[in-house]
């Protein structure tokens, strides 16, 4: 297993031990590649653990893990209310904000976040940022109405000053990434002010007709796990407090 693959697992699996506990029943899974972790460690939490939970998937992905895992599945307009919900991040910087849909899953991520009572993220050590926009450089992943793409590209590009803003094209397949919602998705890159304090941002493109939801979500997490090179795994806290702790088992 290559240095990340084990960050990220030492990510996930510290924070599942610290936050996915006896009581809680509704839970929230994210996207992406640090998510499997979480997964696995769920599982291994045991069949009498699991039993009576429902597990509320983030997209296509996350509910085929929740399937093949052999957890039950639920959605959250029938569970509007979850007690935690562990997602992946792109960046996070050191006040929790953080960009996420680079696996273009920001939207339904988004919602998980704000059902959550409490809501964690898990990521190794590249997304440790004290500003966004540090490594993860390829821009806010913004979800757009198909219709309505190249105007929201033009507000972008003369309105509000990322005028590298562009339109994201698939790989295996002609022309631009559909999302699990079936729209768009443009990824704006900004300045490094801008980036200061990415709530005005935030809401600046949320206002931009067209715009289904921005990949920046600020200061929801309650803490961030990062897995590190040396086995350790560095917690940043939602009131700022930063620690240090050992793998787990
Ligand atoms: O849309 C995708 C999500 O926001 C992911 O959680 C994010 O891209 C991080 O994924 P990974 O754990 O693969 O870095």
Same mark, same amino acid.
């Given at each position: 297993?290559? !240095? ?11 924070? #599942? ?17 640090? #998510? ?7 599982? /291994?939490?045991?069949?009498?653990? @699991? ?6 998937? &983030?997209? +296509? /992905? ?10 039950? =599945?639920? %959605?959250? %307009?029938?569970?509007? &209310?979850?007690?935690?919900? =562990?997602?992946?991040? %792109? ?15 920001? =939207? ?12 964690? =993220? ?5 997304? !440790?940022? /004290? ?6 450089? /390829?821009?806010?992943?913004? $979800? ?36 699990? @919602? ?7 890159? +900004? ?5 200061? %304090?990415?709530?005005?941002? *935030? ?7 067209? #715009?289904?939801?921005?990949?920046? +979500?600020?200061? *929801? ?7 590190? $090179?040396?086995?350790?795994? &560095?917690?940043?806290?939602?009131? $700022? ?9």
């Amino acid at each position: 297993m290559s !240095n990340i693959e084990a960050s990220k697992k030492l990510a996930a699996y510290t924070a #599942v031990d610290r936050h996915v506990k006896p009581e809680h029943r509704i839970i929230g899974i994210g996207s992406g590649s640090t #998510v499997p972790y979480v997964v696995e460690r769920i599982v /291994q939490q045991g069949e009498e653990a @699991n039993k009576g939970r429902v597990f509320i998937p &983030t997209g +296509f /992905q996350s509910k085929e893990l929740i399937v093949s895992s052999k957890l039950a =599945l639920g %959605d959250v %307009d029938e569970y509007p &209310t979850i007690d935690v919900t =562990l997602d992946g991040a %792109d960046e996070v910087d050191y006040q929790l904000n953080c960009v996420k849909g680079g696996g273009a899953c920001h =939207l339904r991520e988004k919602v998980l976040a704000e059902a959550a009572n409490t809501f964690i =993220l898990v990521a190794d050590y590249r997304k !440790n940022v /004290q500003y966004l926009g540090t490594n993860f450089v /390829q821009g806010v992943p913004i $979800e757009v109405v198909p219709f309505a793409y190249a105007k929201v590209l033009q507000n972008l590009h003369h309105i509000l000053g990322s005028p590298n803003a562009v339109l994201r094209m698939a790989v295996k397949k002609a022309g631009p990434v559909v999302t699990d @919602n079936g729209n768009f998705i443009i990824d704006a890159p +900004f300045p490094r002010e801008k980036m200061l %304090d990415p709530y005005i941002i *935030m809401a600046q493109i949320k206002m931009l007709t067209g #715009v289904v939801e921005v990949g920046l +979500f600020c200061r *929801m997490a309650k803490a961030a796990y990062f897995g590190n $090179e040396d086995g350790t795994v &560095t917690v940043r806290w939602d009131d $700022e407090k930063v620690e240090q702790v050992a793998a787990p088992e």
